[in-house]
């Protein structure tokens, strides 16, 4: 396992959180998140680092750039996604008052590896619908974005036959508290979701048509003290997942793994102990089979972590 943060702590914007990574059609790695003076200050602002990799297995991280920045408002919540044809997306929202239900859904494009950007388009006009896990090309070619509804914490799924141009939007109807969907597709063509909840445990929920309908969300017995997981599928079935192994606090920061899709989780291991905040973890499985996570280090800068099966198995 590799471990090492992305950036020092900046004196401009110290409070850093939510960080997302995707992987560039030349390998290089794309990390983005949001820095303020504090979660929905006035300065928070969302940055993108870049990684390349050196033969030793570590990455060389660049400097950080500012990318989103609205005057006096604050951006936040960045899901990065590479589609097949190579254009990489940031969604990410906007509060249009002091805390996240008034935020605003807007994505912008790079088509040159996260260069250069798009100008930010509006999404949704929904106050409240916000991106947290990374979107996912189905077998049927159809793109699904998780999303989740701030106001009524409520899982959200859209769908897009036409590449991301024009989106169905399919809300999960639940008397339980949800929200932050991490999915991943099954073998059968099933969609497996894990979700932060109120209620002391991670919820699994399960749809058999590509997100437009979900059975009844039902808890599984791994705890979540109402913080972000995410969930990833190695090539081989396996499944991974970065959540807190506690049901009140965000540490430990733990890695489960299912060697197969019957969700039995064998092994657990910790990425980070002790007093502090790790959380808001993003899984990505690169095209060489590495495994990567990067998460919020109490709250100061990122830290990005790799690591391989047989890591996640014990050795």
Same mark, same amino acid.
């Given at each position: #396992?590799?471990? $090492?943060?992305?950036?020092? $702590? #900046?004196?401009?914007?110290? #409070? ?5 990574? +995707?992987?560039? /059609? ?28 050196? @033969?030793? @297995? ?19 919540? /960045? ?10 997306? %940031? ?22 590896? @996260? ?5 930010? $388009? ?7 619908? #916000?991106?947290? +896990? ?12 998780? %999303? ?17 141009? +024009? ?5 999960? $109807? ?6 932050q969907p991490a999915v991943v597709e099954l073998s059968n063509g099933? %969609? ?17 048509? *590509? ?13 979540? /003290? ?26 430990? %920061? ?21 007093? *502090? ?8 499985? +690169? ?26 198995? @014990?050795?």
């Open positions: #396992m590799i471990k $090492q943060d992305i950036f020092d $702590q #900046m004196p401009s914007h110290p #409070m850093a959180h939510a960080s997302t990574l +995707t992987e560039l /059609p030349d390998g290089d790695l794309l990390c983005a998140f949001y820095a303020g003076a504090y979660e929905t200050a006035p300065d928070q602002a969302i940055f993108v680092a870049r990684a390349r990799k050196h @033969g030793d @297995g570590k990455y060389e991280w660049e400097e950080l750039r500012k990318l989103i920045d609205t005057p006096q408002k604050a951006d936040g919540n /960045p899901v990065l996604f590479t589609s097949p044809d190579g254009t990489v997306w %940031l969604f990410f929202v906007t509060l249009q008052g002091t805390g996240w239900t008034s935020s605003l859904l807007y994505a912008a494009k790079s088509s040159d590896g @996260g260069r250069t950007w798009s100008e930010p $388009q509006l999404l949704s006009a929904v106050q409240g619908t #916000m991106p947290r +896990t990374k979107p996912l090309v189905l077998r049927d070619g159809a793109w699904l974005l998780p %999303l989740y509804d701030e106001l009524r914490w409520k899982p959200i799924f859209w769908r897009s036959e036409d590449e991301g141009q +024009t989106w169905k939007e399919f809300v999960v $109807q639940t008397r339980v508290r949800l929200i099933k %969609l497996l979701a894990y979700c932060r909840s109120t209620a002391g445990r991670i919820f699994r929920l399960v749809s058999e048509d *590509g997100g437009q309908h979900c059975s009844s969300p039902e808890p599984t017995n791994l705890p979540n /003290p109402n913080s972000a997981v995410d969930l990833a599928r190695l090539s081989d079935g396996g499944l991974v997942l970065a959540f807190n192994d506690s049901v009140d606090k965000r540490t430990p %920061l733990s890695i489960a793994y299912s060697p197969d899709e019957s969700e039995h989780w064998t092994v657990i291991r910790d990425l980070e102990v002790g007093e *502090g905040e790790f959380s808001y973890p993003c899984l990505l499985v +690169t095209s060489d089979g590495s495994i990567h996570c990067v998460y919020t280090y109490r709250r100061k800068t990122i830290r990005h972590v790799v690591f391989d099966k047989t890591w996640l198995c @014990g050795g």
